[in-house]
């Protein structure tokens, strides 16, 4: 990474390089994938039930199935990068989106 630009995403994530060479990479060192990319569609997922997400969420089961909790995971260091909650079905959510000139 040294001699490329880098800028901090979250504490876990960072895009390193620009333009077209820019890649989002975790803090460990490992490029997930072109930051033009959603990197959740390039990192271990994790999917199971809410209630996943702790003891308060939809304790009384009132969501059924309809919903996931989904949890992403640097394929290197296994670093938990990002959970979501979402409809079983729906796509992966693109959160962060940088324009890298």
């Not at 630009?5 to 060192?29: K, Q, S």
């Not at 969501?63 to 909790?69: E, I, P, T």
Request: hydrophobic share 35%; proline share 7%; net charge negative.
């Amino acid at each position: 990474m040294s001699g490329r630009p880098v800028h901090t995403i979250n504490e876990y994530l960072r895009i390193v390089g620009a333009g077209g060479e820019a890649v989002t990479a975790c803090r460990c060192g490992h490029e997930i994938a072109p930051a033009s990319q959603n990197y959740k569609e390039h990192v271990l997922l994790r999917e199971g039930p809410v209630q996943t997400a702790g003891p308060w969420v939809d304790p009384n089961n009132v969501g059924k199935d309809r919903f996931v909790c989904r949890e992403f995971f640097c394929p290197s260091c296994l670093t938990l990068l990002d959970v979501e909650i979402a409809q079983r079905d729906e796509p992966l959510l693109w959160d962060v989106r940088l324009r890298v000139d």
